[in-house]
């Protein structure tokens, strides 16, 4: 089965497999009216345009959903669409045809595809407005340690996100932008600490075709050049101030 779903930053197209349509988009008026399964008439006025049984989920009938499934691939569309949507109800939004809707009332099953659905949408975009976040801060983090601080704190939420969806890639670059911002705020010896720790576990499981974004190795050697320039500065303001 296939929905269409509106977050906070994107309407993407996610194929659910709990329910299949039997009948085709734009066929003839009775089918958009039939249950998928019991065969019984529907009455179409009691669910187009409104949210049934289920919170954020909205059904609409054949020929809509198929013009809402068309008009998703539009970018100016899906901006619109996004915009509405924050003014209208809470997303993520959720729209399938009208005959899944009925089906998906009464499947128990639904109430876990939902929410597991919707959780992994709010997290995955939690995750990337904490990136922007966490990369602003980090970058103001060599002239303020307040900066460096909250850069810091960003990266905790992180790894609680990337222990979330059991991510170990996002959990070690959660560390490694941790140990960043320690050694922007000068505690120099315990980012060595976690740049040695992430570098030893990862470095037997790199492979040479990996993308560089997966390469927790080369960032953890990236930090670690940074790390030594920051004791070699260190070393030359102590013997500067001691003569």
């Avoid at 019991?38 to 009691?46: A, E, F, L, S």
């Avoid at 009332?105 to 919707?118: Q, T, Y």
């Avoid at 983090?141 to 609680?160: K, P, R």
Wanted: charged share 20%; hydrophobic share 45%.
């Amino acid at each position: 089965m296939i929905a269409v779903v509106c977050s906070a930053k994107s309407v993407r197209i996610v194929n659910l497999p709990e329910c299949s349509i039997n009948s085709t988009y734009f066929n003839d008026e009775r089918d958009s009216l039939i249950h998928s399964l019991t065969g019984q008439p529907v009455d179409n006025c009691q669910f187009i345009h409104e949210s049934h049984k289920l919170k954020g989920i909205f059904s609409l009938s054949l020929s809509e959903f198929q013009y809402l499934y068309d008009a998703s691939m539009d970018r100016v569309f899906t901006t619109c669409l996004i915009r509405y949507l924050k003014r209208l109800t809470r997303i993520p939004t959720i729209f399938l045809p009208l005959q899944c809707q009925q089906t998906l009332c009464n499947n128990p099953m639904w109430k876990v595809v939902s929410s597991r659905l919707v959780k992994a949408i709010v997290i995955e975009e939690s995750m990337a407005w904490l990136s922007t976040l966490g990369g602003g801060y980090s970058s103001l983090g060599d002239q303020s340690d307040y900066a460096a601080s909250l850069a810091g704190t960003v990266s905790l939420f992180q790894m609680s996100l990337a222990l979330e969806i059991n991510s170990p890639i996002l959990l070690a670059k959660s560390q490694l932008w941790f140990a960043q911002s320690l050694m922007q705020m000068g505690f120099l010896k315990n980012s060595a600490m976690i740049l040695r720790r992430m570098y030893v576990i990862w470095k037997p499981l790199m492979r040479p075709d990996l993308p560089s974004d997966m390469r927790i190795d080369h960032m953890a050697l990236g930090l670690w050049a940074r790390l030594r320039h920051l004791w070699k500065k260190k070393r030359t303001q102590k013997i500067f101030q001691q003569n």
